[in-house]
């Protein structure tokens, strides 16, 4: 083997160094030098061999002895037992609710309102219609203990009539909201302390698209409620207050006491549900009891014995035997240390 290589390198030598005598002698006589077939034919073979050569020797060394498989295991008995793995958590998102309320000159409610809420919303959306009171500043101070959401849009037009377009108001706050349920409270309203502990439950349930809850309704003091009469039965009744976000729930066109809808149908005609959880409904009961324009204002002349031209209907009450929330008890202890229960210096 080794002769044969030397034989071959001998000759490759030889021949190079004639073809380099060839290429002085014709560079010297200004010959281009010509590959012939020859000399290529024979460069190839000589390749060829080398890596035969080569070749056979490096498979010799790369021959791994072939592993012969373990021997077989005799009388031992196949058993399966599963292994006790600890799976992963899956992280279930908590259900998020957003309140929304739109606001004009509410400084009388406004630190009750928020604290109530703060309690249990993950965001407030308010729509501010151009107040002149306390009221922005209020809010602007509770920012710092809540997510609040403060919007601007002047209103235009008189409150509780149809200039005020209460529809594209509520229909902004909604489009606003991020939370899996919505809910729609005033800053006069204030829910029962029992629904911070029923929420997680309200809003996991997979049955119902809208809640309504009982909406009790104070009328001259905190210790009256107005119940319906002939030709004014909208006193004692259930309100929908929560509802689903994100499958097109909204106002109807209506620009005063505009109602909930899904794509023209009204809530009671979609999947709902009572929950007797009462909604308290202070705008009566103490403070300046109206506002300018109020709609009612002619039922507080009536009920103060002054002079009205009001007779569609009578105003009936009774008196209220439930409890306050902790909140409102607070503020009537506070108000009635202070001896004003109308709450005027609040």
Not at 74 to 95: N, S
Not at 190 to 215: C, H, V, Y
Not at 283 to 296: E, I, L, P
Request: charged share 30%; proline share 6%; hydrophobic share 35%.
């Amino acid at each position: 083997m080794k002769k044969v290589l030397q034989q071959v390198a001998k000759k490759a030598v030889k021949t190079n160094r004639k073809q380099k005598l060839r290429k002085r002698i014709r560079r010297k006589n200004g010959i281009k030098m010509k590959r012939t077939r020859r000399t290529i034919k024979f460069r190839k073979r000589l390749l060829r061999k080398v890596k035969k050569r080569t070749g056979r020797r490096t498979s010799k060394r790369n021959t791994h002895p072939v592993k012969q498989p373990p021997p077989a295991l005799i009388d031992v008995p196949l058993v399966y037992e599963p292994v006790d793995v600890p799976q992963a958590t899956i992280l279930e998102t908590k259900p998020r609710l957003s309140v929304i309320a739109p606001i004009l000159n509410e400084e009388k409610f406004l630190p009750l309102f928020l604290e109530s809420v703060a309690s249990y919303a993950d965001e407030i959306l308010i729509l501010d219609g151009g107040s002149t009171d306390a009221s922005v500043r209020i809010i602007n101070e509770w920012k710092k203990r809540a997510n609040i959401r403060l919007f601007h849009k002047k209103q235009t037009g008189l409150p509780y009539s149809d200039d005020w377009n209460e529809s594209v108001v509520r229909n902004f706050l909604v489009d606003q909201a991020v939370g899996d349920w919505i809910m729609a409270i005033d800053a006069d309203e204030m829910i029962d302390d029992g629904f911070r502990n029923a929420l997680p439950r309200l809003m996991a349930q997979k049955e119902t698209d809208a809640i309504s809850f009982p909406w009790v309704q104070f009328w001259m003091n905190p210790q009256t409620i107005r119940i319906n009469a002939a030709n004014d039965n909208h006193w004692s009744v259930n309100k929908y207050f929560m509802w689903r976000n994100h499958i097109g729930i909204r106002y109807d066109d209506a620009k005063n006491h505009c109602k909930l809808q899904l794509f023209g149908r009204y809530m009671w005609e979609i999947p709902n549900k009572v929950e007797p959880i009462p909604v308290y409904h202070y705008h009566y009961a103490f403070g300046s009891r109206v506002k300018a324009n109020d709609n009612r204002r002619r039922d507080v002349d009536q009920y103060l014995g002054k002079p009205t031209d009001r007779t569609e209907y009578d105003i009936l009450t009774k008196p209220f035997t439930g409890k306050h929330p902790a909140i409102m008890k607070k503020y009537f202890a506070e108000m009635k240390e202070k001896g004003n229960m109308n709450g005027s210096k609040r």
